[in-house]
């Protein structure tokens, strides 16, 4: 069964930095492409970053283009969500996302449940 | 970025109707369309990819259709287990993904 387990999520100020993981389990993580997918409180789904199996594609929402990075191990089946210069507009729930396929293409297969980032003074 | 829209917004209806939601791109993505369920507290889930495939596991009821600009979401006989908010996104290769913003089904 495929399990994605996010953390590091919690309250920042504004302009500090907070590092999100995601470890998975239940598949073969070097196979799969990984993507990061925020909503923040009441509101719709927005792709924030991807990561291609070999690290070697990545891609970033212009809403975080600069200020996230994305990466990942995987001999350690995990993915990370590096955000530095947080701003109020981040607070939201992180979501690791899975893909279907090991490229960029951003269809997402499976989910965790999230980790919440609150970004407030 | 390609927007996406869809309607209606909120939806009310009964178990046993057929329900039908629409999204629309701004430009032609073919048929690089999904539909997700999302619960209350719950992480989405893959309904339909590429338009009108059904995702492993998915209960027949569900269907998609269209291509280019304007895609549905049918749900043929709504179950008390349906009753969520269903998005759509494109994932055309050379756009970043994008997500309608959600259909809420409730309880007529």
């Known amino acids: 069964e495929v399990q994605l387990v996010e953390s590091g999520g919690g309250l920042v100020q504004p302009g500090r930095s907070l590092r999100l993981s995601c470890a998975a389990s239940g598949f073969t993580f070097d196979d799969y492409a990984m993507h990061w997918v925020r909503q923040a409180p009441g509101k719709g789904l927005e792709w924030v970053s991807g990561?291609?199996?070999?690290?070697?594609?990545?891609g970033y929402a212009d809403s975080v283009k600069g200020r996230f990075t994305i990466s990942r191990d995987n001999a350690k089946n995990s993915l990370y969500l590096q955000m530095n210069s947080l701003r109020a507009e981040d607070t939201a729930l992180y979501y690791c996302a899975k893909a279907s396929s090991r490229f960029m293409t951003p269809l997402f297969q499976h989910w965790g449940q999230g980790t919440l980032v609150t970004v407030s003074s | 970025d390609i927007q996406m829209t869809q309607s209606p917004s909120t939806l009310s209806a009964s178990v046993g109707d057929r329900v039908t939601i629409t999204c629309r791109a701004s430009?032609?993505?073919?048929?690089?369309l999904a539909w997700y369920q999302q619960k209350p507290g719950k992480a989405p889930k893959l309904l339909i990819y590429?338009?009108?495939s059904l995702e492993s596991g998915v209960p027949s009821r569900f269907s998609g259709s269209g291509s280019g600009t304007e895609f549905t979401l049918t749900i043929s006989s709504l179950q008390p287990d349906d009753f969520a908010t269903y998005y759509c996104?494109?994932?055309?290769?050379?756009?970043?993904?994008?997500f309608g913003p959600g259909t809420k089904v409730d309880i007529k």
């Open positions: 590429k338009a009108s």
């Open positions: 990561i291609s199996w070999n690290s070697g594609s990545i």
């Open positions: 430009q032609s993505i073919s048929s690089w």
């Open positions: 996104q494109q994932y055309n290769s050379y756009s970043p993904a994008t």
